[in-house]
């Protein structure tokens, strides 16, 4: 500031521009930084505006782990206020990664200490810090000042007017009320100086004639007696006078010439110099810029603030590189993302994946799929409700860590669970959400109309009393759907049966349902896979080509695809599309995890009972089957390197 006052003062004709290059934009006592340079420039240019400002925070590595580490906070932010918005929105789960908060601030400074997992990426958590809590905030410009305006007073005072001003017009009135504090300081310094000069004028007279003084004053009855004596005498004024007269004989005695004539000369140059200071307000001008600079060398230090570009640029998008990645979610609900590079590597190296003696029922695949960092990934509930992660938001591991539990990623209140995940790279283009409910509502909607998908959710179907979302899939509005019900029942329509709707409507009947029975699963064919393999709870399975199964109505019982429920079969439990040479994995409610290959199984009519897959222990029932081979085949293509089926 103190510089842009000087530079004014050289040049007037400076420009608002010319002072924003001087004044680069505030600087606050807490220090932080302010995110870009245009928006401090717009702001002294108008007198009015907002910068955004954060605080200094640091990524460091400690013992394996990474650490933020908070510094400084924004402008008036008071640091108890970032601590409890940073715990708020994790408990939220809008800020995801982290595993401690620690307040490590004392005397010698600030300190904030924020531990993340293990497998977060330091430079979301980070980005997320700054978008969810006060760590980053919006400082406001209003340079609103009362301007004199109009002529003065009789009793000398001006009318202020309240009034937005650039920056330049702020520094001019700053450099006219600093030249009217000098000027009149400057006329008051000379007021003082001619008195005290007149003062010593006197003096001066009367140590010329310091024995007739003297006689005077002590010849005299009263002051005022003495005082016109002296007067009258040597031409006095009544000031000098009276100044004579007030002093004791003894001062003024001893008065010394060469004081009072040394005094007197300085004086004499003091006035002079006041007077032409009063007569040049280029002078005054020079005075004013001196004085400000003066201020600056005696209380200037280094900035606290400091500028960067502005980060509305710089999104988590441009900072995180857009890689291929393949995503695992298991059926213990935990979430992960492994580079794709992972499998390559492992693939060269020839150890393949860990064996199954240990595999847990929660660590079982459930969904497996590839996509890239920047990507979306669509999760959908039971509830009918939709949520959404980027690929980036999804904690990166190894391809042997279980990953992180999905509940601590989503805010998904109690009882709602997630029964489809998939990717999706752009939302144009003539593709449909396909969904089916387990009482037989199948609705379609288009993929775009689940672009704009919030935090918290949006509603993707409404359900019925007692009704819950079962399976969603992707097409492009003209596949083949098969339905299986737990009854042994199938439906089998083109999916131009269902016409489209918004994302909140109900959707049509698909499937008509004896009492007690609901559908197991949704299949929208594909070409590649042409075999339709169904699981009982007691271990029994079947594939069946699909040409076995013909077309029905939408809204129909279907066909016959299994034996009803029997005691010594079970009701059905999954349905699933397989090729010849595809595994799979069998999971059962007593943590058991088989594996088969579906070459293995005996292919039979729609109309057969199936064969025996497993002999299960007492008390014991199959509740899902996972098709390891088609996600293999899907990272194979990736990499061009074969996978073995991911566990």
Do not use: W
């Amino acid at each position: 500031i103190a510089d842009a006052i000087a530079a004014l003062i050289d040049n007037p004709n400076a420009t608002d521009d010319d002072l924003c290059d001087i004044v680069t934009g505030p600087d606050f006592p807490t220090g932080g930084t302010i995110l870009g340079h245009e928006a401090i420039r717009e702001a002294y240019k108008t007198g009015r505006g907002s910068i955004a400002i954060r605080g200094k925070a640091e990524i460091i590595e400690d013992r394996g782990k990474h650490k933020i580490v908070i510094t400084e906070i924004p402008y008036q932010v008071y640091k108890g206020r970032i601590i409890e918005a940073i715990s708020d929105a994790y408990s939220e789960k809008r800020i995801v990664g982290i595993a401690r908060l620690d307040d490590e601030s004392n005397r010698k400074g600030m300190r904030v200490v924020i531990e993340l997992q293990r497998n977060a990426t330091p430079k979301i958590v980070l980005n997320q810090l700054f978008k969810h809590t006060p760590l980053q905030a919006t400082f406001g410009f209003n340079m609103l000042a009362l301007v004199p305006v109009g002529q003065p007073r009789p009793d000398g005072s001006v009318a202020l007017e309240p009034q937005v001003l650039t920056l330049k017009q702020l520094l001019e009135h700053f450099i006219t009320h600093r030249k009217d504090v000098i000027t009149r300081r400057t006329a008051y310094d000379l007021r003082k100086a001619e008195e005290r000069a007149h003062l010593l004028e006197g003096y001066r007279i009367a140590l010329d004639h310091i024995d007739e003084v003297i006689e005077i004053v002590r010849g005299s009855q009263t002051t005022d007696e003495a005082k016109g004596k002296l007067s009258k005498r040597f031409d006095l004024s009544d000031v000098q006078a009276q100044a004579i007269v007030d002093m004791r004989l003894r001062t003024l005695v001893g008065l010394e010439r060469k004081k009072i004539e040394d005094e007197y000369a300085e004086l004499i140059k003091t006035i002079a110099e006041l007077q032409d200071i009063l007569r040049s307000p280029r002078r005054i001008a020079g005075i004013v810029k001196s004085e400000t600079l003066d201020v600056k060398k005696r209380f200037g230090d280094e900035r606290r603030t400091t500028i960067e570009a502005a980060e509305d640029e710089l999104s988590i998008e441009q900072i995180t590189p857009n890689i291929d990645v393949v995503v695992t979610y298991t059926v213990g609900g935990y979430i992960k993302r492994v580079s794709v590079d992972t499998f390559r590597t492992q693939s060269r190296g020839g150890r393949g994946v860990t064996g199954i003696s240990n595999l847990k029922r929660e660590d079982v695949v459930r969904n497996f799929f590839m996509t890239k960092t920047h990507d979306h990934v669509l999760f959908f509930t039971n509830m009918g409700r939709v949520y959404r992660l980027r690929g980036y938001e999804i904690p990166d591991t190894t391809r042997q860590a279980r990953g992180t539990a999905l509940v601590n990623l989503l805010t998904l209140p109690p009882g709602e669970e997630v029964t489809a995940v998939f990717p999706v790279h752009h939302f144009e283009g003539e593709r449909y959400l396909v969904m089916v409910t387990r009482q037989g509502v199948i609705k379609k909607t288009k993929l775009d109309q689940f672009a704009n998908v919030r935090r918290n959710g949006l509603i993707a179907i409404n359900l019925d009393p007692g009704d819950a979302l079962l399976a969603v899939d992707l097409s492009n509005g003209t596949r083949d759907i098969i339905l299986g019900s737990t009854q042994g029942m199938a439906v089998h329509f083109n999916e131009k049966d269902v016409r489209p709707m918004g994302r909140v409507a109900r959707g049509v009947k698909a499937m008509t349902l004896e009492k007690g029975d609901t559908v197991v699963a949704m299949d929208v064919l594909e070409d590649n896979r042409r075999e339709v393999l169904l699981v009982t709870s007691l271990a029994f399975g079947k594939r069946t080509p699909i040409a076995d199964y013909r077309h029905t109505a939408r809204g129909g019982k279907g066909v016959k695809a299994f034996a009803r429920q029997r005691d010594d079969i079970g009701q059905v439990v999954d349905q699933i599309l397989v090729a010849p040479d595809d595994q799979l994995l069998m999971i059962t409610s007593g943590n058991q995890v088989i594996r088969l290959k579906v070459g293995d199984i005996r292919k039979t009519g729609r109309d057969a009972k199936g064969v025996r897959l497993q002999r299960l222990g007492e008390g014991d029932e199959v509740i899902a089957i996972t098709n390891l081979g088609k996600q293999a085949k899907q990272i194979t293509e990736i990499t061009g390197e074969p996978q073995q089926p991911e566990l």
